[in-house]
């Protein structure tokens, strides 16, 4: 695959392997480890229903992952003007990278305020 820019999912990255035939292949996963989701040889149709099979479940519920991926789905978000929503994404895929584990309820604790304010800034 030619390097430039990917037209694949952010969170997508690769580990190339020298098989004993001399060829270089790359594997595919979603995610870093320890939770990184393997996908397959890249390039492959295996590699690509493991990838929107792994894209399309939905993160637990009761984290801010979970509400960004509600939001994401929603009919409010899907109505929005094209830019609106690739700006919006943007932000978003910020937000679950950093906050995505965290639950609910220690998002709304007092002391997350100066975090988030933080990390904002």
């Known amino acids: ?6 037209i694949l999912p952010k969170g997508v990255w690769f580990a190339s392997k020298r ?3 001399g060829e270089r292949v790359r594997y595919g996963y979603l ?10 040889r890249e390039g492959t149709a295996e590699f690509h229903a493991a990838l929107a099979e792994a894209l399309s479940r ?7 992952a979970s509400l960004a991926y509600g939001y994401r789905t929603s009919r409010a978000f899907t109505a929005l003007e094209p830019r609106t929503r690739s700006d919006y994404l ?9 906050f995505g584990s ?3 309820r220690a998002m709304a604790a007092a002391t ?4 988030i ?3 904002r800034d």
Do not use: C, F, N, Y
Request: aromatic share 2%.
């Open 1 to 6: 695959m030619a390097r430039g820019k990917s």
């Open 19 to 21: 098989l004993s035939s």
């Open 31 to 40: 995610g870093r480890p320890p939770g990184a989701v393997p996908l397959g």
């Open 58 to 64: 939905a993160p637990p519920d009761g984290t801010m």
């Open 90 to 98: 943007r932000q978003l895929d910020k937000i679950s990278e950093h």
């Open 102 to 104: 965290l639950s609910l």
């Open 112 to 115: 997350m305020s100066e975090h």
């Open 117 to 119: 304010e933080r990390w």
